[in-house]
């Protein structure tokens, strides 16, 4: 057998850089036996361990000399916060000091969703988002995407897995559809993370190649689509970048021929921003323009953060609209927000944490 320490001579590795099937062949190509590949994969992806000296199954040697080839560590909060509604949010600090945010949200019937960002910044310009002040800074690498749910983990009870994945944090992530691909393929495998492909949904603003690649590669995820606006006048208002981009029109044609997984449909989020997109014309436009797509809507109340132009959607206006959406069949549901107090909500995260 050949020890892991051969390894020793280049850079030490991460191991979470690593695919599952990359480290089962770096395990078998130095001479291990496959089953010790597959109880390293268990100790990261099922017991979040966060280090190589508590991989107790393994012997001490074999310990000491994955640490002399790999790495292991979760991430670094630089900051936590709880709101009162039990949603928490983590602030990472990467290797290169770039700081991302990732939110925790507990709601009714067990569910845990993790809301994961894709992107240190955003290369979207979308007017109604905090992140988007920010812009690009740098795209996540997969094992930093993947890490953020290893890192949340570890810090909960055995019996509070997390149940769900939304990557609907900070970034668009089908701007950076390689390492997303290869996260979520860590999700939904049996070895990984063994997440229902259904319980993991990818968001987008409209990225329409992309889209189409997504859906057409290795992971059937659910997708998200970030709609916000029923008019291309609207949508270049607040969406610019996406919008004349992939402009409403093809946008929709694109989803009509997007090859959903069967029995799926796409979620397309509306933001509700007062006098701007929440009139009972957008409404019946929305009608429209989502005819002949299997979808649902979901209406997002606005959450305010300093300094933004928008102001929120009253309730009432909000309940009327979806009013008008479900009298035309529309499934249309209005997300409750979470996390409001410690800018936790949608459209509301920046590495800039607010203390
Ligand atoms: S809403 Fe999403 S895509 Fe748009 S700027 Fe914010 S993070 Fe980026």
């Known amino acids: 057998m050949v ?6 001579n280049t850079e030490k590795q991460n191991i979470l850089a690593l695919s599952l099937e990359d480290l089962a062949a770096l395990i078998r190509k130095l001479g291990w036996k496959k089953y010790r590949a597959d109880q390293i994969i268990a100790w990261i992806y099922k017991r979040f361990v966060s280090n190589f000296e508590q991989m ?6 074999d310990r000491q000399g994955l640490s002399e080839a790999f790495t ?25 000091g770039k700081k991302i945010e990732t939110v925790l949200i507990r709601s009714e019937k067990k569910r845990r969703t993790l809301c994961i960002s894709s992107q240190a910044g955003c ?3 979308c007017r109604f988002c905090l992140t988007a002040e920010e812009g690009l800074k740098r795209n996540l690498r997969a094992e930093e995407i993947i890490n953020q749910f290893l890192t949340v983990q570890a810090r909960l009870p055995e019996s509070e897995p997390i149940t769900n994945v939304v990557l609907m944090g900070m970034g668009e992530p089908l701007a950076n559809l390689k390492a997303v691909t290869e996260a979520c393929l860590r999700m939904i495998a049996p070895a990984g993370l063994s997440l229902s492909a259904r319980r993991v949904t990818v968001s987008t603003a409209g990225l329409v190649p992309q889209m189409k690649k997504l859906l057409q590669g290795p992971v059937p995820v659910n997708l998200s689509v970030s709609l916000n606006a029923t008019t291309n006048a609207i949508r270049n208002k607040i969406m610019p970048k996406v919008n004349r981009l992939y402009p409403l029109e093809v946008l929709m044609q694109a989803c009509k021929q997007l090859p959903l997984p069967v029995r799926r449909s796409i979620t397309f989020e509306y933001v509700m921003l007062e006098g701007i997109n929440d009139s009972l ?4 436009r ?14 997002i109340p606005f959450n305010h953060y300093p300094g933004s132009p928008y102001q ?3 309730d009432a206006q909000i309940l009327a609209f979806q009013n008008h959406l479900h009298r035309q069949r529309i499934r249309t549901t209005v997300r409750k927000s979470k996390g409001r107090d410690i800018l936790a909500a949608c459209g509301q995260l920046t590495s800039q944490f607010a203390q």
Do not use: M, V, W, Y
């Not at 560590?73 to 983590?90: C, N, P, R």
């Open 281 to 284: 014309e957008d409404a019946e």
């Open 56 to 61: 107790t199954d393994l012997s001490r040697s």
């Open 72 to 96: 292991l560590s979760h991430l670094k909060i630089a900051a936590h916060q709880k709101s009162e509604d039990g949603t928490e949010k983590f602030l990472f600090a990467l290797e290169d």
């Open 312 to 314: 929120a959607t009253p």
């Open 123 to 125: 290369t979207l310009d």
């Open 3 to 8: 020890p892991l320490t051969t390894l020793k």
């Open 286 to 299: 929305l009608t429209h323009l989502t005819r002949g797509i299997p979808c649902k809507i979901n209406l």
